[in-house]
DNA sequence: GTTGCGCAGATTTTT
DNA sequence: TCTGCGCAAC
């Protein structure tokens, strides 16, 4: 096989397919290139099955990629790859296993909305006030346990015990896992440590897996959590032929369990582990990349890594001082406009923040430039209350013992059953041990035997309705040729769901209703990738895969910093690049390890451009209600001023103009930024208010209006204007871009 | 069973 | 300032 294509450390990389590799890559260093040909070289040179190669990442999206990238380029069809993320791989192998750990394989996955529905159910049955402990508390707790690798029985039962800061959390915890056997379901972190139950319980079964999968690769290893971590040395134990690839300079979900002690620690596991390093960056320019590299290097937490590049020198970074968060707004949409112009495609260029509240602005400057622009990793479809509804009557088809999905949709559409009656039926169930569904078939065959339970008629005969529906689904399911889209269409039409939307004349009616249909479509798409599809397939790739599909969006990209990560953008443009707000003031808080976090979140966006830069922040930016003065991001600072051109964006002479001595030097490193700032401290108080109600004015932005009110004066002014399209709007005299407009004589 | 008000809280979110 | 939620009243 012919390796010429790749520099000689991802040569090695490639080849090294004995005993245990870490491989680390630095960004843009061409890692899955590397990683396709290392597959690639174990399929052609050592005669492997792709059965036999496991490769595991962190995103559906990243091994969908991974998958295509490799039937691409070998002679096999793209489903034998074994490249799936930790929980898909899991959610298979605890389907396949599942009598050995007391579950059937139609178990449900619940995700964290459900994991806080089923802690507050359990709060609830304690009688302990949900704000004594919270729901999203327990739900913390349990995630801690499990990103740990605990499971029952476990050694590590103990410092999982530590973990809780309120001793009942444990008992609270276990009477959740109780209650999530019960419904035959599994959380997230579950899917992970039910196989490392399986596997230290049970070692035949470990045995055949260790036995079928001759080769595993990990991507994204700075990510994983000590829980994934075990299953690797589990998964590798015997023939150690185990390939990590990571950077632990990109480790940004430390808060998601991610444990960077995986990469500091693999050799100790691993004993005799080769050590790659792909330093060689080939995306960005050489003054992104070293101005990025010297930022980084101020982080202490590293394994150390010099990525160079052979690219171009380029254009330097642009730092851009901005007045207020609208301008920043303004300033990108601006440089955004011109690059379109200059023939820049949108999908080239992205807008990267810290947080998703800061999209409003930016949002706002491109709707007014009438610039397309598409968020990435928005609102997910799959939460929609209408489409979790729907989803919920299929689980309860699946799964009957998902009392949770059941006692969601008993009474959408209303029924009749409302609390009183619901609470009836769980108290009963409970009474009797059984499960909710369990319960409500013996009401609805046993009427009589169940007469003390109190139902009314009218409760009766709709759980008499909603049973015959759900049975027959399930013969369809269970059937010689399942058709989810058509059990879907079934439950829409006769549960009435369908009726009930229709009557909702409402604009949100009918956004649900096209909601719906889109469910359909994507039941529909999903029949056409399996040959045996079922609602259970269905269900598990929706709840292990929401990510939103393939964007054909050729528009400007929005997104968080988390959600930037292994993209690449020929712009980028940074916004809010502000202490307290990146980093953020948790972080600035706890201070040590978390600001190095943040850094590396920083550079991690820094480093997704490949040929312009821009880096913006605000003077003053509205936050929490108020204005806040926050200055720029100390990462800024870290920027040798070799590196970038800075620039200033405000709105124009403005009827309260920012004063010189209201800047003041800041310390920074001499060779860094600098630049002026606005103190807050010593915001001067005018003597006098500027506009009185009448005054005409020009609005940068909304154009000509009338000032309606005034009040405060000097730094404090607020006025409110109205416009000449009828908008009313309350602006700070000393940020707004006003001019007075003279009467005409 | 819906609507509305008051209050708390307010990062990041591959699965 | 804005949002989401829990509870109270229609």
Redesign the pocket.
Known sequence: MDLSHLNPAQQEAVRQTEGPVMILAGAGSGKTRTLIARIQWLLEEKGMSPFQILAVT????AAREMRERLAHVTKFDIGTFQVT?F??FCARLLRAEAQYLGLSRNFTIFD?GETTSVAKTILGRKGINPKDIAPGTIGWYVDQVKNLGWFPGSPITQRAQELAEDPRLWDLFLEYEAELHRSNAVD?GGLITGVLQLFEKFPEVRERYQARFRYVLVD?YQ?TNRAQFQLVRLLGAGHQNVCVVGDEDQSI?S??G?DIRNIMDFDEIFPGARLVKLEQNYRSSKKIIEAAAHVIAHNTERKGKKLWTANAEGNPIEIVECRDERAEGDYIAMKVKAALREGVKGSDMAVIY????QSRALEDSFRRERIDYHIV?GIKFYERKEVKDLLSYMRVVVNPKDSLALARII?VP?R?I??TSLRKIEDEAVRLNLSLWELVERVVSQPTEHKHVGLSAKVMSSLGGLVTLIHEVQVLEAGPNPLPSYSYEKLLHESGYLEMLKADRSHEGAARLENLDELLTALKSFEGTTDTPTLIGFLETIT????KQVDVNASVGFM?A??SKGLEYLRVFIAGAEDNLFP?F??LESGGT?VEE?RRLFYVAMTRAMEHLTITFAQGR?L??SLKFNGPSQFVGEIPAAYFEKKFHGTGPVAAPVRHDEFDQRSHDDDSYGGPVLQQRRSPARVSALYVSGQKVLHALYGQGTVLESEGAGADEKILIMFRDGVKKRFMVKFAPLQRVEEAP
């Open positions: 962190f995103s559906n999206k993320t929980h898909s964290d997230f994204e990510d979900y808060w998601r991610a810290r947080t998703n509240s990793a009474n209303t009749g409302g609390a292990l895969d929401s990510e968080t988390h959600g953020s948790r972080s978390a943040e509205m929490w209600g």
